[in-house]
């Protein structure tokens, strides 16, 4: 389970780095680049690549603390996936657009939780 967990939060935080990637794109060229915007951004590629190195700790079955923090954060990309998308103008409605990240984020917090006694303990 802590394998499955793993791929789950780098998938995750995959997609929340490419979302800040398309935020900032964004603000580059529509709006301008203003100080919410670079917090925003800030504090999402922080939860992003927290989501990354949580997989990591997953995968090597180490720091469960860690690792669940990293999967409680590939929870956030259901924030920043249709933002992404509406800026790239997918003619898919916004609320489909939720069902993906938020079934990732719980199923990497659940797997991560229940793997827990699977993790190395010091």
Known sequence: MPVAAGILDF????????A??????YGILLVGLGPA???ATALF????????????YA????KWGLAF???????????LWPFLFSM?????????????PVLLGIATIVLTAVSKKEFEHK
Do not use: D, H, N, W
Not at 45 to 56: D, E, K, N, R, S
Not at 59 to 62: D, E, P
Not at 71 to 79: D, I, L
């Open 88 to 100: 790239l103008l997918v003619a898919i409605s916004s609320e489909l657009l939720f069902i993906p």
């Open 69 to 79: 923090a990293g999967s409680f954060t590939a929870f956030f990309p259901c924030v």
């Open 59 to 62: 995968l090597r079955r180490k």
């Open 20 to 25: 800040i990637v398309g935020m900032l794109i």
């Open 45 to 56: 590629a922080f939860t992003g690549i927290l989501a990354v190195v949580g997989g990591a």
């Open 11 to 18: 998938i995750g935080g995959a997609f929340q780095l490419l």
């Open 37 to 39: 915007l670079l917090i």
